[in-house]
């Protein structure tokens, strides 16, 4: 008898019911709401499954998949992957940094950590690695022709940053950290590798709610756009018709990655990574003479780095984290972060249009958020729900891509300004 109390007193569902494990519960339920979104409603579900069920696995109580303490502060304690003991030094060392009890309570002097799984693969979120690899995949699989058909994309794609920077600044009035408020405004840019990358960085500890915003918002771009779109222009000017782009040269497409590479590099060193993967798969693409690097890098690469990316983002959202006023906080300031980075584009192709005797539709300013290429998909049908014989597809990708490298840019100078 005293074996089998022993068993079930050792279950996960026995340990539902010790501290704060009743939190785990809940988180549990919120990854099945999520499963159901990427499943059934398919909201971006090669990215909020894996997230969803990394989000599952560790919040089963007892399972050891991923310990936070490993972590805990924003750095990798690498003496406890080693199999070395939690000291009472580190303790008192995590304890000024402000982690939370209930991370601490996890451990006790002179324990030892058994890594699990996602403790392995959650290292290649907190060393910037899988971000890259996928903006890599992006940049092979995206065509920067529209943008360098049409410069003043990058102008629309500049000016949807501006979520972002308004965001932080709405996030420092209300409590957050430097660091944490860029973390939160970066989930403007609507881009999720980027905003997984500077959280990473700069507030690891919420990586999981902030991730979770970034690919919710991004899943609802054709439902949060569109209102703001109609909002801020006229019936007029939604039907306005864009002339087709020039044909772009095979050498402007070759070149345009390199001199971005060493552009974006030198004024902005810390957005080198992400930019640079993406300038790189973009010339696997367009070079011609490395086919197969560009299949790898769009599909079996892309593939992989995303299964690993989701369920480690995932494996973050624990009920302690999770569970607080500070994560509706950050889920709302997304919404705002979104919303502002549709308006800067839109209202800056309708200033640009006081100016321009050929006329932008300012609906393309809206794909300047880097939700690629859904933004630019959205702004195609509000144009032609106004004109059916309008077709802003291809106008609305050079903003579209414009956003990509202006998020990455605005994350290097997040990083620079609040990185250690």
Not at 345 to 353: E, H, I, M, P
Request: charged share 10%; glycine share 12%.
């Amino acid at each position: 008898m005293g074996a089998i109390i022993d068993f079930f007193s050792n279950t996960g569902l026995a340990q539902f019911f010790v501290g704060e494990n009743w939190k785990c519960l809940i988180m549990l339920v919120i990854a099945c709401v999520l499963l159901y979104l990427g499943i059934v409603k398919k909201f971006e579900p090669l990215l909020l499954v894996p997230i969803a069920f990394g989000m599952l696995l560790t919040n089963l109580p007892g399972a050891g998949v991923f310990h936070e303490i490993l972590f805990a502060g924003g750095h990798v304690h690498w003496d406890l992957f080693g199999g070395g003991a939690v000291t009472q030094e580190l303790i008192t060392e995590l304890q000024a940094m402000g982690v939370s009890e209930s991370v601490l309570s996890t451990v006790s002097v002179g324990d030892t950590i058994s890594v699990g799984l996602l403790d392995v693969l959650y290292l290649g979120i907190k060393l910037g690695v899988y971000p890259c690899l996928i903006f890599m995949g992006v940049g092979a699989m995206t065509d920067f022709g529209p943008l360098i058909a049409n410069p003043k994309s990058l102008l629309l794609g500049a000016a949807a940053q501006v979520g972002i920077f308004i965001t932080f600044v709405a996030a420092r009035l209300i409590g957050f950290t430097g660091p944490e408020a860029g973390s939160i405004g970066i989930i403007g840019g609507a881009d999720g590798p980027t905003a997984i990358f500077v959280t990473a960085k700069l507030a690891p500890a919420l990586l999981g709610p902030i991730a979770v915003s970034a690919y919710s918002y991004m899943a609802l771009v054709p439902v949060i756009q569109p209102p703001i779109m109609r909002l801020l222009t006229t019936k007029e000017e939604r039907q306005i018709i864009m002339k087709p782009l020039r044909e772009v040269s095979k050498t402007e497409k070759i070149v345009f990655p390199i001199v971005v590479t060493l552009v974006v590099a030198l004024l902005v060193p810390s957005a080198a990574p992400l930019v640079g993967c993406l300038m790189l798969g973009n010339l696997f693409k367009e070079c011609g003479v490395t086919e197969r690097l560009s299949k790898t890098v769009q599909n079996e690469l892309m593939n992989i780095v995303t299964v690993f990316l989701g369920v480690s983002v995932g494996a973050t959202a624990t009920g302690s984290t999770f569970l607080s006023p500070r994560t509706l906080a950050i889920i709302f300031m997304g919404v705002v972060a979104f919303g502002f980075g549709t308006a800067g584009g839109v209202l800056l192709a309708k200033f640009l249009n006081l100016f321009l005797k050929e006329k932008i539709n300012p609906l393309i300013g809206s794909a300047g958020v880097s939700a690629v290429p859904m933004a630019a998909r959205v702004s195609q049908m509000e144009g032609q729900k106004a004109n059916p014989g309008n077709f802003l597809l291809m106008h609305a990708m050079g903003p579209n891509v414009a956003g990509v490298i202006g998020s990455a840019i605005a994350a290097g100078t997040l990083i620079t300004l609040f990185g250690n």
